[in-house]
């Protein structure tokens, strides 16, 4: 979800038409040759178009355009096609047969590779209007300020929109980590994914899209929409004077800082307010590495990072590899169940050499910029782990820290901190598995909210265990994005938050509206609920 109020008429992005999705009849063996170089340029025009447009967007939209002109060439599934051709498949069916093999084999592999479903069948869509002939399908350019709703936004459509036009989106489909949800933080423009009837609203309808509260209403009292929104940008424009540092109305400091994946990121993050960097995910640097980097690669990555936030605090997390992030040079390849599986610290089990280049590469880092940066390790759950993994980082003069994201670790936080110097707890994970629901699921995504007074619960217990042993606990996870649950983790004890750079100055702002004695009444409150949705509502109630 990515928060703010739009009211304006639904637009829906153009379907192929239904077009001859190839004849069931052979191509002739003599003119299979030719079908092979229609296709491929058909494939090649694709992709030279999206690369066109990612040379004149900026920022993550020309990352995303970039990515999928990648994936229009991808030799995987262009293979796939081609040997279809050659068998004498018709080029339209070849992309079809070709494009529903692959969306199979992401789907079986889950997690981010599941997300690339729709690039792919995006991608299917405009080779086959191209070797039709006809204009690329997508979003309709609107004449008046609307909101775009779909089954799910391809990447390609979502990257090029002018968000003075398209004002909202809301999508059927989608994860939290859906690019929809990127691009629409990026846009600036409010966004609810896995949403559901939204199938049935028809083009023109009038809705109000909450990105706040997570909902769409079709057609709403228009006086009552209209002030809806008004009340939004009022509180947009409180925002957009907040410049840090974090505190409450009555000056309770709660460091306010940002999580990134890389140096542009974290430099990036530096034009915000954000204090520091509260969450580095080192393993998204290597998503597309096969070999194991080396220390000097990897200290110079680090580096760029701790540049960036010079004199600042930077927390990095070692490689959080596996589930839904596999690194082909580390975890386990064949695993029933992956986000129960090898992953983040446990790979170290297997393959020690990974933390301890990991950690020497962060010292060298650490050394050139002259920061001291805190490390910590992901998915601990026992007080041995975290006693090995502090052991390990000291004896590279780092700072070590643990992330809290598996239950066990927050009901035992109290030993774990007799190893650590902090904790950061992981609002995606410790829901996840705390409810023992899929993060990725949109089924399950009410289970998966960090509003779950269950998961709320285990970030108090975590926080009072730090309390008494006067060290940090903050919140890295989505958790700490959210405006409002920030001021209730604040009551329950956090000491910083850590979010998306994007989110640093409402949820800063928000904070400084509200009084530590509002945020512990919010906080107790919540606790009570039965709900996310009463959790909300209460917490909405004592905060405002
Ligand atoms: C989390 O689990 O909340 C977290 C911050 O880690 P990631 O989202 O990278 O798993
Ligand atoms: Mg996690």
Redesign the pocket.
């Known amino acids: 979800m990515v928060s703010g109020v739009q009211y304006g008429p639904v637009i829906r992005p153009g379907k192929l038409p239904d077009i001859d999705r190839g004849s069931t009849e052979d191509v002739a063996e003599a003119d299979r040759a030719k079908e092979g170089e229609r296709f491929a340029a058909a494939a090649a025009a694709v992709a030279t178009r999206l690369r066109d447009r990612a040379a004149h967007a900026t920022g993550v939209a020309s990352e995303v355009l970039a990515a999928t002109a990648t994936l229009a060439q991808d030799r995987a599934w262009i293979g796939a096609a081609e040997k279809r051709i050659k068998e004498g498949v018709p080029a339209v069916r070849a992309v079809v047969g070709a494009v529903d093999q692959f969306v199979d084999l992401f789907t079986q592999l889950g997690g981010l590779m599941a997300e690339r479903v729709t690039d792919l069948r995006d991608i299917g869509n405009r080779v086959i209007a191209e070797l039709n002939g006809l204009p690329e399908p997508g979003v309709p350019l609107p004449e008046e300020p609307s909101i775009l709703c779909a089954e799910d936004l391809a990447p390609a459509d979502t990257a090029g929109l002018d968000p003075t036009l398209v004002v909202a989106l809301a999508t059927t489909l989608g994860g939290p980590t859906s690019h929809t949800a990127i691009i629409a933080r990026q846009l600036g423009i409010p966004c609810v994914v896995a949403v559901s009837g939204l199938e049935d609203v028809a083009a023109g309808a009038m809705v109000l899209v909450d990105g706040t509260r997570g909902t769409v209403t079709v057609a709403p009292d228009r006086a009552a929409a209209r002030e809806a929104v008004a009340e939004a940008e009022r509180v947009a424009a409180r925002t957009a004077h907040w410049s840090g540092p974090g505190a409450t109305s009555d000056g309770h400091a709660v460091s306010i800082l940002a ?1 990134v994946q890389d140096g542009a990121a974290a430099r990036a993050a530096r034009e915000t307010p954000a204090e520091g960097i509260g ?1 580095f ?1 080192t393993e998204l640097c290597f998503l597309n590495t096969d070999t194991e980097p080396t220390v000097a690669e990897q200290a110079d990555i680090y580096a760029g990072v701790l540049e960036a936030f010079a004199g600042h605090k930077v927390v990095i997390r070692t490689l ?1 590899a596996g589930s839904d ?1 596999p690194l082909k040079f580390a975890g386990h390849s064949d695993e029933a169940n992956p986000a129960l599986g090898v992953r983040g610290i446990r790979i170290a089990e297997r393959n020690p050499g990974l933390l301890t280049h990991q950690l020497e590469a962060i010292a060298a880092a650490a050394e050139r910029t002259g920061q001291q940066p805190w490390v910590m390790a ?1 998915m601990i759950a026992t007080a041995d782990e975290a006693e090995r993994f502090a052991g390990q980082a000291r004896s590279h003069g780092l700072i070590p820290g643990v ?1 809290i ?1 598996v239950p066990a670790a927050a009901l035992l936080a109290e030993r774990i901190l007799e190893h650590v110097d902090f904790l950061s707890i ?5 829901a996840q598995y705390t409810m023992a629901a899929d993060r990725m699921s949109a089924d399950l995504a009410t289970l998966t909210d960090p509003w779950q007074p269950a998961v709320l619960a285990l970030v108090a217990m975590t926080a009072r265990a730090g309390a008494a042993a006067g060290k940090p606990v903050g919140v ?3 958790a700490a994005a959210d405006p409002l649950l920030a001021c209730v983790l604040t009551g329950l004890g956090v000491t910083s938050l850590s979010a998306a750079a994007a989110a640093v100055q409402s949820v800063g702002a928000k904070l400084a509206q509200v009084s530590l004695q509002q945020c512990r009444e919010a906080a107790d409150a919540v606790l009570a609920t039965a709900s996310t949705a009463d959790a909300r509502a209460t917490a909405l109630a004592i905060l405002g």
């Open positions: 999580n969450l995910r959080d992030k992901p992330m994201e992981g609002t995606n994970d410790l890295c996870g989505e």
